[in-house]
């Protein structure tokens, strides 16, 4: 009784197809009802041809195979199975047994041989083993295909990975390294390992103990963690920014018993880490932290790098007891460089500047830009104040020579104020303060200089300051007045003109004069803001008596130094007065002689224009300024005010009333008007109509006055009767 063997069941069997060819019948029959009895789906062929055609059509766990077959025999469908089907099994069943046969079909590819008459259970044991085996083998092909998928998978991974893995040895070298190397850093993994990981540091970077990877801390759990530059290969980007990842690798958690070279390295391997490129991130903290402490159009230290330098600088000066230098620098005529030429150049200046300044310190100096076309400059080591006033001239020189922007040369120059440290002052904002209020007395001395705080300053300084701070806040709330005073012409008796003149009306002290605010207001630049509001009220209140019926009059105002030197100055007078609808040939405008000598090209071309508009030009307090009276027939002069001092000696019979008779007489023969200023008598004004002064101002006829009180002046012309003799 042929019965299937009570062991193993055979794998896959109710699902196996068998092959049998034998043109032997009843050997065929015999075999496949044995094969079907045990289970197998056998099917049969009785020739070779047959069996290599089934072969096509299906899929065979195992064939047996007669040797001596019409058409094939055996040994040509063993070839075709092969090919066919190589994972189909072949046991031959043959009544061949010589060696040669035997030998001939394993070598073709059979796995194991019958002899003829077979014993079925030797079949059975044959076919189980046979089937066991390839069922082993396809076991150990699966294996091996998903071992090589993930071996695949593990190597796209740790190739592809963002990051640099590596692992070292005991000693720190490089025992593996992924292909992230190379993109990062421009090394083949190859030349690198064996060598220790120090060789990628860069220079500046310690092998101190935040690289140390041995502190028994670290584990796998607990990884240690550090950032460091490495040095890149050949052309590419010197150093880049990395965070490191590490631990040690337990030898137990690591089985490598399969792959020699993995077993190799398992051996080696005693840490294992990533290192991530955080160059991006660097780069992008260093600029915003340079972003915050240096000002980006120069890239000097800025405010706060500034305070802290010095603050750092103070303590060692404390410590060491020597003096160090503050000195608070601002540019001369940067402003108006800046709005004449655009904000373009204004910038390229400044950077400009800066390289100049920068080559006359040292290394331990600190130039900083504290804001607009203001510096400060911190000399840590400076030995005394004459070594302080010695870099300060230097600097001075250094911003002498023209900068060449935009084809054309500008000037600049630079006031300078100094504080010494202990003397001047102990803490930071002292030394600043000190350095900018010594700066400040510089500008009102004239500028381009240099000048150390003294403590006098101060006093000036906190009164200048409510002052400054008062002045802005009367320029927004309208506690300006204007005043006007009349100018009288000698030839009619009656007021031809008014002077106007600023006045502040102060809430706590009452009505101040211009003497007591017109200066500050010139040196902190409110005086542009000042004049525009007085030109202003004065062209509408007398633009009103114009335009009621005193055609003729004259508005007479005063022009400060400031607002004439500005290139733009003509224009925007110019578009004043359309603004406001006042005919400029009733302006006059006033300016000393100071602000004609400045500058006498510039101011004679802002003249001209202003002239040509109809607009006429008057020199206040003639003779008390310049002794050149060249500037007369250059510039389109039309009034020459002569000052009060001189009116004055008229009185008291000296020499003054000389210069009044030799200014009229050359007047007259340069055809200038003239107005006599400060008239407070009756002999001053008799001896002016005696020598046919033209206009007089003063006292005598009225102070400066509030327009209502004008306007009724104006009106019922209560002028003295002496005027009108
Ligand atoms: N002792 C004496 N003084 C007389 C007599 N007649 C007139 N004065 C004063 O002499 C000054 C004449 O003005 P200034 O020479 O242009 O001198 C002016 C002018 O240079 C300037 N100023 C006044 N208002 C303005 C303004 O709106 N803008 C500018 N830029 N400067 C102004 O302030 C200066 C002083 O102005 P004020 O104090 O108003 O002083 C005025 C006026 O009040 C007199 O008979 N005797």
Redesign the pocket.
Known sequence: MIHKADSEPVPFRERQRILVADDNLRLLKSLTDLLGEQGYHAVAATDGNEACRLLRQHQFALAFLDLNMPGRDGFQVMEEACRLQPECALVVVSGETSFLSVSRALRRGASDYIRKPFDPEEVLATLESVLGRQSLLRAHEDVQQRLEKSETLHRYIVNNSPDIVFMLDEQGRFCFLNRKISNLLGYRPADLIGQHFRLLLDKGESFGSNLSLDDPGISTDRPATFEVRLRANGSMKTTRHFEITAFPIDPGSWNSAGDPEERHLSERARYYGLARDITERKEAEAFISFQAYHDLLTRLPNRALFRDRLNMALNQANRYQHPLAVMFLDLDRFKIINDTLGHSVGDRLLQAVTQRLEKCLRKGDTLSRFGGDEFTLLLPMVPDRDHAAIIARKLIDALKDPFRLDNQDIFVGVSIGIAMYPEDGQHIEQLIRNADLAMYQVKSRGKDNYCFFDSSMNVDTSQRLTLERDLRRAISHGELE??Y?PQVCLRTGEVGGL?????WRHPQRGLL???EF?PLASETNL?AE??HQ?LTSACEEVGQWIAAGYSDLRLA????PV?VEHPMFARRLMAQLRQAGFPPGNLEI?I?ENVIMNDLEKVSQTLRELAQQGIRIAV??FGTGYSSLNYLHQLPIHIL?V??SFIQSIRAGNEGACIVDAVIAMAKGLKLEIVA????NQDQLDYLRARHCDHV????FG??QPGPVVQKLLDGQLLPAAVQA
């Open positions: 204007v005043h005073q002077e106007a003149l600023v006045r004069q211009p003497a017109l005086i000042l004049s007085v105002v005063n022009l400060s607002q006033e000393t206040d307090d005010k000052d009060r200023e400060g008239v407070e101002q003063g006292f005598l102070r400066a």
